[in-house]
């Protein structure tokens, strides 16, 4: 799971890290979060905007924006998409359910925004990027304390895989012979040509953590349908 840490986006990378020390990450609640809101960014040195600003996003009626505030500075977002799969994956005691996933469409404003989307994420390939979080609950069944990270990949439906940027997890790790609720999340590049194929993809999972090593036990892939 790749850490980035430019100069637009000191914040979220600061979440990266905590969690990838083991730490808390609080970023994503899943609460619902005004269409309005101040957005508080730190701007190189030579950029134009202010450091403090109001960003607006687009939000459709009856949703909930459960990502990130520091995202809105790389772009408004757009046709957030909700689905319950009721999803069970199972590996090496591990047992994961799937109880909600949430897709966000993000699109730069300018060419400033752009640019600075492309210097934070040198592998960006397209006009859109997509966020998919994901309402976990990690069920224990072994003798190590455990975690999950990811998803690590997503799938298209014509076979094509797209490789996370970053991505973290909010909440606690499942101690043994129990559960834990969490929101993970991971940020994906979608090319415009292929974002009409995000009617349904699969999600690949990265390793299960155990004492913060990862153990190569990948849950199988999840197909997810809108």
Same mark, same amino acid.
């Given at each position: 799971?790749? $850490?980035?840490?430019?100069?637009?986006?000191?914040?979220?990378?600061?979440?990266?890290?905590?969690?990838?020390?083991?730490?808390?990450?609080?970023?994503?609640?899943?609460?619902? $979060?005004?269409?309005?809101?101040?957005?508080?960014?730190?701007?190189?040195?030579?950029?134009?905007?202010?450091?403090?600003?109001?960003?607006?996003?687009?939000?459709?009626?009856?949703?909930?924006?459960?990502?990130?505030?520091?995202?809105?500075?790389?772009?408004?977002?757009?046709?957030?998409?909700?689905?319950?799969?009721?999803? &069970?994956? *199972?590996?090496?005691?591990?047992?994961?359910?799937?109880?909600?996933?949430?897709?966000?469409?993000?699109?730069?404003?300018?060419?400033?925004?752009?640019?600075?989307?492309?210097?934070?994420?040198?592998?960006?390939?397209?006009?859109?990027?997509?966020?998919?979080?994901?309402?976990?609950?990690?069920?224990?069944?072994?003798?190590?304390?455990?975690?999950?990270?990811?998803?690590?990949?997503?799938?298209? *439906?014509?076979? &094509?895989?797209?490789?996370?940027?970053?991505?973290? *997890?909010?909440?606690?790790?499942?101690?043994?012979?129990? $559960?834990? $609720?969490? &929101?993970?999340? &991971?940020?994906?590049?979608?090319?415009?040509?292929?974002?009409?194929?995000?009617?349904?993809?699969?999600?690949?999972?990265?390793?299960?953590?155990?004492?913060?090593?990862?153990?190569?036990?990948?849950?199988?892939?999840?197909?997810?349908?809108?």
């Amino acid at each position: 799971m790749k $850490k980035l840490l430019t100069a637009g986006f000191v914040a979220f990378s600061a979440a990266v890290l905590l969690t990838a020390c083991g730490g808390k990450d609080t970023t994503n609640t899943g609460k619902s $979060k005004s269409a309005s809101q101040n957005v508080n960014v730190e701007i190189p040195k030579g950029e134009s905007k202010s450091a403090s600003q109001n960003v607006n996003v687009e939000i459709p009626k009856g949703e909930k924006k459960v990502l990130p505030q520091q995202f809105t500075y790389f772009g408004k977002t757009q046709d957030v998409k909700v689905v319950n799969p009721n999803k &069970t994956l *199972s590996k090496g005691g591990y047992t994961v359910n799937l109880k909600e996933v949430r897709l966000t469409k993000f699109t730069p404003k300018d060419d400033l925004d752009k640019e600075n989307t492309k210097d934070s994420f040198p592998s960006a390939t397209g006009e859109f990027f997509y966020v998919i979080a994901i309402e976990t609950e990690l069920n224990n069944n072994t003798k190590e304390r455990a975690d999950i990270y990811g998803p690590e990949a997503l799938i298209l *439906s014509d076979g &094509t895989q797209l490789d996370d940027d970053t991505g973290v *997890s909010g909440g606690d790790p499942a101690e043994v012979g129990s $559960k834990a $609720k969490k &929101t993970i999340w &991971t940020l994906f590049w979608v090319p415009a040509e292929e974002a009409a194929k995000l009617t349904s993809f699969k999600i690949q999972f990265d390793d299960v953590y155990v004492n913060s090593t990862g153990t190569g036990n990948v849950f199988p892939d999840a197909t997810i349908k809108f």
